[in-house]
């Protein structure tokens, strides 16, 4: 037991020592290749309770596999107040890719509301770095870069 405690404490650091060798440049590089387009979200009925079904497009134009995107959407009726919040998160996004995905918020509180532009917001993206020695997750906290719909 003691053997596996200490082969796990030492991936972790090894981990975290690889992860830091993603330079500032390229987490910017990364943050700017990584983008999202809501290209719908609707008001669906499953079991009983409101949802929200939001369609859109998630393009990696890096380098990079992707272990974890964050996305908020944030609902803003006409007078510019939020009226909603839906939080994405996106798991294992392969390099150079362009997808499109479908997300289900169950039992939304805010299934009901009037909203008349979505706010996309990414919030931290999780890269997987393959080098040699190993193979880390460096996590890339991303600066408020709004697209309006």
């Known amino acids: 037991m003691k053997k596996l405690v200490a082969m796990l404490l030492v991936g972790a ?3 975290t020592a690889t992860a830091q060798e993603i ?3 390229s987490q910017y590089k990364i943050n700017e290749g990584v983008s999202v387009d809501v290209k719908k979200i609707k008001r669906v009925e499953q079991y009983g309770w409101d949802n929200f079904e939001v369609t859109y497009r998630l393009k990696n134009n890096t380098e990079f596999d992707l272990f974890k995107v964050d996305i908020t959407l944030y609902l803003v009726d006409k007078n510019d107040r ?3 919040i839906v939080e994405i998160h996106d798991f294992k996004v392969p390099k150079n890719s362009d997808e499109e ?3 289900v918020d169950l039992q939304s509180p805010y299934v009901n509301e009037k909203y008349n532009k979505i706010v996309v ?3 931290n993206i999780e890269v997987l770095v393959d080098k040699p020695e190993a193979i880390s997750i460096a996590k890339i906290n991303c600066e408020p870069n709004f697209s309006m719909k």
């Open 13 to 15: 650091l090894g981990a």
């Open 23 to 25: 330079s500032s440049y």
């Open 82 to 84: 939020e009226v909603g």
């Open 101 to 103: 995905y479908h997300y």
């Open 121 to 123: 917001v990414k919030n």
